[in-house]
């Protein structure tokens, strides 16, 4: 037998070999981790299944085994050298209670000598400092005890994979990459995690822990193994080469990019493998739905896409650099990951947008960062700087406490090039390196934490809960409400203020947890259910209904009369009128979903959803809004299905097999083995999901888009009512078009065309007014009577100021612009009385030394007012007039404090 040596081989092999150990092969999950807080991005493969390790969830089988795709952020800046990527496969065998320490050693020396055909000679294994039980099982299964190390924490603990988690210690297996005759088992430099001779290929985790928030580990309610093995690491080792990039996982990447860059070098070859390895991340990303963002995941990504451009920029390659790079990930992995194919033509147009915005903010951004520069006293090319640019850059320097360090660009200045014009921090410092100056890091990182939410505060009362859930140790509630409203259930707690209680009183708010309900549980975009409780001795409001920990139900309560015990037996009432329109519109908002993917595009994917009793909330990714016709379109699609009154499908299977018959899941939820799938018109909609709907398309009654509307890069959000909260916006719009009828005396017929009538008279009046204006203030600007006028000069700068007449603000404006066009060069000043306040609007012409904007600030803060504006444009208003009047009296008394 050959050992394998692509990674579709590898990554064939590994899961075959567990499954042939009676291990459930799972598919990889999302980027996006579901319902962890903790993470950024999914890390690990053991991520996906930590509900399993600390016992809140039962797995679907106590074995399995995935290929799980992984990101770490940690490593961005070191892509482009032999070992580090971002984006990596993560193969790995998981035990739930079952196998244990012997079984996974066992199994991994198997696969590593019998199949992967290492050398048993070069492999060598590492145990944590105090795990003699592991190092006595690697010896009985042949190893020598000098192939054994032993390490502490930093290298033999594991986890938790983010701030909680399972943890415990582990055994990594090394391969050694050296010369056998020149092995130096006595030299304490040479070994395993110390001599850069030895790869680690595969860690095996024995999960005995769980870590909390204060950094305390508490033991598991049973032993768990977690291992991983780096794909691309190993199909490297397996191909005897140094790096994955010299595999068949970037080959065609490279080849692509060897066609357009000719130069040779080291420093060449690390740019490809930076393009052709965050062109491969991002691609992942996008199609998992991250969205280039100025924080969180979506930074993350564009971090990757600028990095990724700036260094294609240093070769001069041309646009598009990277959605070559998602074509050749797709036609490599699609088979694998489909989504890479479904949604690759918008990941390459989020790539493209990506790139051709972030040109625009690189050149804007470098003028500015040039500018500041060039007040540090060094030589800067003006001529490349930008009008834009250099007000911009003005505007940023005043904001500065110490303008006289001339070594150091001030963290302030940093960060309002990142935070207002979107210029990353990591393309500053690289150009201010390139003229010998400093970034004030530290202020730049406190500024920074300032901006974020601090996210550990506003959840501690979550996470307080959660562990009180815990402590309960209770079975998931059995939720019945897909087949009633009303149930008899026994109370198994009750929760006042994080405290568990015995009793609870008349006027109390409390929270109730039952053997059963028939309330459903806030989840997947449905919110929960309201209703009523009866205990023999009172009456009680269930305001809402959660599921945070463990699948146990949470009735967030109101005690209206009487009292009501533990323990006690109790009536559970959902609120039939609520849930059914509920149910209308979930059942809609599937409809809606795939409405939007056949009309718009296979990209479209939920990004978001409420499902509310009044209305439906739909986030979709779409780069561009929906055209008029296009939202008729999907209406229309809706109600056809509507009218056909289609049978709603409920299907329970499994995830795997789910998603092998086409159903859609959605990254940011998470599913059990087992799930309920809802199709209409399977395959043209076929989804997972857990919520309540119809039995049938007809009972949702008339389907109307409210609203469509961008809520972010790549993300648009559609409000929507259907049933009775449709026919009341009918009936709405129907009241207002009689009124508007009634007005104009018109019917039906000529309802459209009176009113355009209407509208172009008063905007043809309206216009006519408006030069009437413009000629009595043009007019007042010549009386002497009504208006003071005064020319002269501030050093060469000609200035003319005039108090004149003006209805309004705007005519004012349009008057100063004439006189501006009048003077030809130099600096216009006219003010009114406008709405019993005084207004000052200052123009300045191209060529003037003076900034209008600084100008209005003086004369605001001489009279007590309020100004500002730009260099040719500004404005001031002053409340006291007979400030105003003085000023306009002699303008030079406060003209001459200009600088």
């Not at 582990?170 to 050296?178: A, N, R």
């Not at 921090?425 to 690289?430: D, K, P």
């Not at 009512?721 to 017929?749: D, F, H, P, W, Y």
Request: proline share 3%; hydrophobic share 35%; glycine share 8%.
């Amino acid at each position: 037998m050959k050992p394998p040596k692509t990674a579709d081989e590898l990554r064939k092999s590994f899961l075959d070999f567990f499954e042939s150990k009676d291990h459930l092969t799972h598919p990889s999950s999302s980027l996006i981790p579901s319902g962890d807080p903790t993470l950024l991005l999914t890390n690990s493969g053991m991520a996906q299944f930590k509900a399993y390790f600390s016992g809140e969830k039962k797995p679907p089988r106590n074995r399995m085994t995935t290929s799980q795709k992984c990101f770490r952020t940690t490593d961005i800046e070191e892509v482009g050298d032999d070992t580090h990527l971002t984006l990596f496969e993560m193969l790995g065998n998981f035990s739930f209670g079952d196998y244990f320490k012997k079984e996974a050693c066992e199994w991994a020396l198997e696969f590593m000598t019998e199949v992967l055909m290492f050398d048993k000679n070069r492999l060598f294994f590492t145990v944590y400092k105090d795990d003699d039980e592991t190092k006595e099982i690697w010896e009985k299964l042949g190893i020598p005890e000098k192939y054994i190390y032993k390490f502490g924490d930093e290298d033999n603990w594991w986890g938790p994979a983010g701030d909680e988690g399972p943890c415990g210690p582990c055994s990594e297996l090394h391969y050694y990459t050296g010369d056998l005759d020149n092995m130096k088992f006595s030299d304490d430099k040479w070994g395993p995690n110390i001599h850069e001779d030895f790869v680690e290929l595969y860690n095996l985790v024995f999960t005995q822990y769980y870590r909390d928030l204060d950094g305390k580990d508490t033991s598991l309610p049973f032993n768990n193994i977690d291992t991983g093995m780096g794909l691309e690491r190993t199909v490297s080792i397996l191909n005897s080469v140094k790096s994955s990039y010299e595999t068949d996982i970037f080959s065609e990447h490279l080849t692509h990019l060897n066609t357009l860059i000719k130069e040779k070098g080291l420093d060449v070859e690390k740019s490809k493998r930076i393009i052709a390895e965050h062109g491969r991340s991002a691609s992942f990303l996008i199609g998992d739905g991250v969205l280039p963002e100025n924080t969180g995941r979506g930074y993350v990504l564009r971090r990757l896409i600028r990095r990724a451009m700036v260094t294609a920029k240093k070769l001069d390659l041309e646009f598009p650099i990277l959605s070559p790079m998602a074509k050749i990930t797709s036609n490599k992995l699609s088979h694998i990951y489909p989504e890479l194919d479904e949604k690759l033509d918008f990941i390459v147009s989020v790539l493209n947008k990506e790139e051709e915005n972030f040109n625009k903010t690189l050149n804007f951004g470098t003028q500015v960062l040039y500018e500041l520069i060039s007040k540090r006293d060094i030589n800067i090319d003006h001529e490349i700087i930008s009008n834009d640019a250099k007000e911009v850059s003005k505007e940023i320097f005043n904001k500065i406490n110490d303008k006289k360090n001339k070594k150091v660009l001030s963290g302030i200045e940093a960060f309002i090039l990142y935070d207002t014009y979107g210029f990353p921090i990591e393309i500053t410092s690289e150009i201010c390196s390139e003229f010998g100056l400093e970034i004030d890091s530290e202020s730049f990182d406190e500024i920074m934490n300032k901006q974020k939410d601090n996210s550990k505060k506003s959840s501690s009362n979550k996470d307080i809960s959660e562990k009180i859930y815990s402590k309960l140790n209770l079975d998931p509630t059995e939720f019945l409400g897909f087949e009633t409203l009303t149930t008899k259930s026994k109370v198994l707690a009750i929760i006042q203020n994080n405290e568990i209680k015995e009793k609870i009183y008349e006027g109390e708010d409390f929270e109730i947890i039952t053997d059963k309900s028939p309330f459903y549980a806030e989840k997947g975009g449905q919110i929960g259910d309201t209703g009523k409780g009866f205990s023999e001795t009172g009456e009680f409001e269930i305001i809402d209904t959660t599921s945070p920990y463990g699948g146990v139900f949470i009735h967030k309560s109101k005690m209206k009369s009487g009292e009501i015990t533990k323990n006690s037996l109790i009536k559970l009432e959902v609120s039939e009128d609520r849930r059914e329109k509920i149910k209308r519109n979930h059942t809609a908002t599937h409809l809606l979903h795939a409405a939007l993917r056949e009309i718009i595009g296979i990209h479209v994917r939920q990004s978001g959803s409420l499902v509310h009793p009044d209305y439906l909330r739909f986030d979709f990714t779409n780069l561009e809004s929906l055209s008029e016709s296009s939202i008729k379109k999907v209406e229309e699609k809706v109600n056809d299905y509507i009218r056909n009154n289609l049978e709603v499908e409920v299907c329970n299977t499994t995830y795997n097999k789910a998603i092998e018959d086409g159903a859609l899941a959605f990254f940011d939820d998470k599913y059990e083995h087992d799930v309920r799938t809802i199709k209409i018109d399977a395959p043209w909609s076929f989804e997972l999901c857990g919520g309540t709907h119809m039995s049938r398309t007809g009972g949702i009654g008339l389907f109307k888009i409210v609203s469509e509307a961008g809520i972010g890069s790549g993300n648009r959000r559609i409000f929507a009512t259907t049933g009775i909260a449709t026919e009341n916006i009918v009936e709405n719009n129907q009241t207002i078009v009689r009124e508007i009828m009634k007005t104009l005396s018109s019917n039906t017929e000529d309802v459209i065309d009176k009113f355009n009538s209407l509208l172009k008279l008063s905007k043809d009046q309206q216009k006519e007014i408006e030069d009437l204006q413009m000629q009595i203030t043009n007019l007042s600007m010549g009386n002497s009577e009504k208006s003071t006028s005064e020319e002269f000069e501030i050093g060469s700068t000609k200035v003319s100021c005039s108090k004149v007449f003006a209805s309004n603000i705007g005519a004012l404006r349009k008057a100063g612009d004439l006189q501006r066009t009048k003077l030809g060069k130099g600096l216009v000043i006219l003010g009114s009385i406008i709405d019993e306040k005084g207004s000052i609007v200052i123009m300045a012409t191209d060529g003037v030394d003076i900034d209008a904007g600084e100008l209005a600030k003086l004369i605001a803060k001489e009279t007590d007012g309020g100004g500002g504006g730009n260099k040719f444009s500004a404005q001031v208003g002053i409340k006291d007039l007979e400030k105003f009047e003085l000023f306009f009296k002699d303008p030079n008394k406060i003209l001459d404090n200009l600088d």
